[in-house]
């Protein structure tokens, strides 16, 4: 189900053993952009491609090792993070659902030995290291025992870091189930949440893209 294109598990675990308490950030990238149009992993910020920016981003924050989980467009996607240190994971069967790709996620930090795992997605195009670093002082400051996610609006959701102990449920997801069924399980004092403003922004619709756009061209002057 899941193809590591780097064979890197070894040398992953290797890193994990020489940080403290450390967890595996997972940029989840598979979908197939239908309501967009377009390939979003592909779609240009700042002159390169989503996916880069975002994997760029996570090793920024230095919060422990990188992996992108891919399935439709992989050839593609997996040509634009080529040169950096990130290990490409594919999805063969990405077409199932969201469920099926934290579920790849989740298998790549179990077979890390990880305390835990970031999970973001690759059109949040907003969020910066700071963000993540945000999320992982909370995890860290609940001895890495309770989940974190971040509020955007009313609502809750990714970025969020998984404890171990939640890793055996993230390995049960199927279909187009996200995470949200496993948080919902956790008590109260189990789940913290994180202010992160950023994390509302998201890259679904033609409209969404028309506003990133409109914020390329801002930044170019």
Known sequence: MIRNELSEMVSLGERLNTATEPAVLAILAPGASRRLGQPKQLVALGGEPLLRRQCRTALEAQIGPVAAILGCHAAECAATIIDLPVTRNINERWAEGLGVSIRCAAQVAAAADASGLLLLHVDQYRLTAAD??????????????????????????????FPRRCFGELLQLNGDAGARSVLAKLPADALQRVEIPNAIADLDLPAHLTALSARNRACSF
């Open 132 to 161: 993540l670093n945000s999320l992982h002082a909370a995890w860290l400051d609940s001895r890495c025992l309770s989940a974190c996610a971040a509020i955007h609006g009313d609502d809750f959701g990714p970025p969020v870091i």
